[in-house]
């Protein structure tokens, strides 16, 4: 399985994915703070894991390639994204057909957004929801990019 980090930060979500998808999957993170892209790093090289790979860029700058991930996260990052819909049409694109993208936003936050922001965002790229979960402190929504969709024609 390939995943994109979307907004990795320091990397703790990174590597524990990149454990989940063992050797054989990979996993990129991808932020715009280099400082943080370098904490990230050492956190990765300290865990032994070798099946990641760090991206400076931020989203929606097209470093992402199009047909490449079966996975993507954003955990608590949508709302320091300037340009939200070309984030999203990028992930998108990202994405391989049936590919997932799972939305989190934590209350605390002060950059949070709303899930009928997520939910807005999302279709504009082309998502279909396939679930929603909340509670007081967060919650996730869950995106497909429909199976027979084709990176190329959208």
């Known amino acids: 399985m390939h995943v994109v980090d979307v907004g990795c930060g320091a990397g703790r979500l990174t ?4 454990k989940e998808v063992g050797p054989t999957g990979n996993v990129v993170g991808l932020d715009i703070n280099p400082k943080a892209l370098r904490a990230a790093e050492r956190h990765a090289h300290a865990t032994g894991l070798e099946n990641i790979h760090f ?9 992402l390639g199009q047909t490449r991930f079966d996975r993507a996260v954003l ?5 320091e994204i300037i340009d939200r819909d070309a984030a999203m049409y990028e992930i998108f694109q990202a994405l391989k057909p049936g590919g997932l993208l799972s939305v ?3 209350a605390l936050d002060p950059h949070r957004r709303s899930g009928n922001e997520v939910r807005l965002l999302a279709r504009a790229a082309g998502f279909v929801e396939q679930s929603f979960v909340d509670n007081r402190l967060l ?3 869950n995106l497909v990019k429909p ?3 084709s990176s190329a024609s959208t």
């Open 15 to 18: 590597t524990r994915i990149a």
């Open 147 to 149: 199976p027979f969709c």
């Open 139 to 141: 919650f996730t929504i």
């Open 55 to 63: 991206v400076l860029a931020g989203a929606g700058e097209g470093k």
């Open 104 to 106: 989190t936003e934590v």
């Open 75 to 79: 955990v608590a990052v949508l709302g």
